[in-house]
T-cell receptor, first 118, second 113 residues
Framework: ETGVTQSPTHLIKTRGQQVTLRCSSQSGHNTVSWYQQALGQGPQFIFQYYREEENGRGNFPPRFSGLQFPNYSSELNVNALELDDSALYLC?????????????????FGQGTRLTVV | AQTVTQSQPEMSVQEAETVTLSCTYDTSESNYYLFWYKQPPSRQMILVIRQEAYKQQNATENRFSVNFQKAAKSFSLKISDSQLGDTAMYFCAFPSGFQKLVFGTGTRLLVSP
């Protein structure tokens, strides 16, 4: 157990709907990153939040948005769902936004939310 | 752009045997980390081992070790004395721009009795 929890674990939505996924980061971690993992693929970086601000974004359209709260928990919102959005969504928390050589800033992952769009 | 390549989609090994998973990467950076993550059926990514590029000594964590060849940009994972619980997807990963992890496509490892 890493201390990173995601909810819900599974979700089924209809094309065109909106969805919100939640992540509770490990105690003391101020950085949350979200990844999309399509079936049979490695995770792809969506974006990162550091101290409530977006700190970097991957190649995902604006309908993917996020929030980070003062307690450093986070939400991933996806609007106008498409069939290709069906994937496992992983949240990872860390002590800092960078992987430094001076401190252990490894990312700890949650168990993911399996989203199915029909 | 940094890329990570895992050329073995699936590997099989019997219990107690040794298996090596391959990974190659491309980067222009000189100091960086490399990681191997394990993703069991429970879906949670678990860090198995990490290597610091400025260290010549290969990292070792119990039954897991790496063969890091910086010039060849190769980073393979060796699992000794394989156990049934090692059955999982294994991903090689590289931090890009210090903000995100770039993952390979993974290798599915099946350990059989």
């Amino acid at each position: 157990e890493t201390g990173v929890t995601q909810s819900p674990t599974h979700l089924i939505k209809t094309r065109g709907q909106q969805v919100t996924l939640r992540c509770s980061s490990q105690s003391g971690h101020n950085t949350v990153s979200w990844y999309q993992q399509a079936l049979g693929q490695g995770p792809q970086f969506i974006f990162q939040y550091y101290r409530e601000e977006e700190n970097g974004r991957g190649n995902f359209p604006p309908r993917f948005s996020g929030l980070q709260f003062p307690n450093y928990s986070s939400e991933l919102n996806v609007n106008a769902l498409e069939l290709d959005d069906s994937a496992l969504y992983l949240c990872a928390s860390s002590l800092a936004p960078t992987v430094t050589l001076l401190m252990n800033t490894e990312a700890f992952f949650g168990q993911g939310t399996r989203l199915t769009v029909v | 752009a940094q890329t990570v390549t895992q050329s073995q989609p699936e590997m099989s090994v019997q219990e107690a045997e040794t298996v090596t998973l391959s990974c190659t990467y491309d980067t222009s950076e000189s100091n960086y980390y490399l990681f191997w993550y394990k993703q069991p059926p429970s879906r949670q990514m678990i860090l198995v081992i990490r290597q610091e590029a400025y260290k010549q000594q290969n990292a070792t964590e119990n039954r897991f070790s790496v063969n890091f060849q910086k010039a060849a940009k190769s980073f393979s994972l060796k699992i000794s004395d394989s156990q049934l619980g090692d059955t999982a997807m294994y991903f090689c990963a590289f931090p890009s721009g210090f903000q995100k992890l770039v993952f390979g496509t993974g290798t599915r490892l099946l350990v059989s009795p």
